[in-house]
T-cell receptor, first 116, second 111 residues
Framework: EAGVAQSPRYKIIEKRQSVAFWCNPI?????LYWYQQILGQGPKLLIQ????????DSQLPKDRFSAERLKGVDSTLKIQPAKLEDSAVYLC??????????????FGQGTRLTVV | DQQVKQNSPSLSVQEGRISILNCDYT??????FLWYKKYPAEGPTFLIS?????DKNEDGRFTVFLNKSAKHLSLHIVPSQPGDSAVYFC??????????FGKGITLSVRP
């Protein structure tokens, strides 16, 4: 079974530029997550999709971050314009949908973003 | 507001001994708890989980204990091996499958 695919693996941009990350979840997984992990901290949820609908985006900085999951499969996360504090690893994860919510999420390798 | 807390940033143990990693949570709506392991330059990988209706779950060398009244869980690794050296994240979720992570603890197993 193929895992969660993310691209690119690394990205370096200047502040105020824009950047986009792509994620292809495990086939059949209804739930897709984007997490931001700053060095020395745990992953922080940015947005959670259930199929192509947003379940939670309460911690997404909506003035500069956007995400979409058209057709309920792959997803893109965009930052425009980037700030220095956006330097982090961006992790995509997916999980199957279960009624009781008790399921583990499977993570991709992440995209390391450096804003200079 | 940190809902999942891993207060110790690091732990060092001798190979063959027990590793005990601790985690506390504050949100009483959490009903499912997970441990993830992360190597450098890789994404977190699922290790073991426990539902709130249980107080113990075992999988080989890994055992997770849950104390709901204390809002505390722990991961025991016995015996510890050098390949277990990694960052371990505690995570918790409620009804909507939203995973909230702690800051992680770096485990070093000395040969």
């Amino acid at each position: 079974e193929a895992g969660v695919a993310q691209s690119p693996r690394y990205k370096i941009i200047e502040k105020r530029q824009s950047v986009a990350f792509w994620c292809n979840p495990i086939s059949g997984h209804a739930t897709l997550y984007w997490y931001q992990q700053i060095l020395g901290q745990g992953p922080k949820l940015l947005i959670q999709f259930q199929n192509n609908g947003v379940v939670d985006d309460s911690q997404l900085p909506k003035d500069r971050f956007s995400a979409e999951r058209l057709k309920g499969v792959d997803s893109t996360l965009k930052i425009q314009p980037a700030k220095l504090e956006d330097s982090a690893v961006y992790l995509c994860a997916s999980s199957p949908w279960l009624a009781d919510g008790n399921t583990e999420a499977f993570f991709g390798q992440g995209t390391r973003l450096t804003v200079v | 507001d940190q809902q999942v807390k891993q207060n110790s940033p690091s732990l060092s143990v001798q190979e063959g001994r027990i590793s005990i990693l601790n985690c506390d949570y504050t949100n009483s709506m959490f009903d499912y708890f997970l441990w993830y392991k992360k190597y450098p330059a890789e994404g977190p990988t699922f290790l073991i989980s426990i539902s709130s209706i249980k107080d113990k779950n075992e999988d080989g060398r890994f055992t997770v204990f849950l104390n709901k009244s204390a809002k505390h869980l722990s991961l025991h690794i016995v015996p510890s091996q050098p390949g277990d050296s990694a960052v371990y994240f505690c995570a918790a979720s409620g009804a909507n499958s939203k995973l909230t992570f702690g800051k992680g603890i770096t485990l070093s197993v000395r040969p």
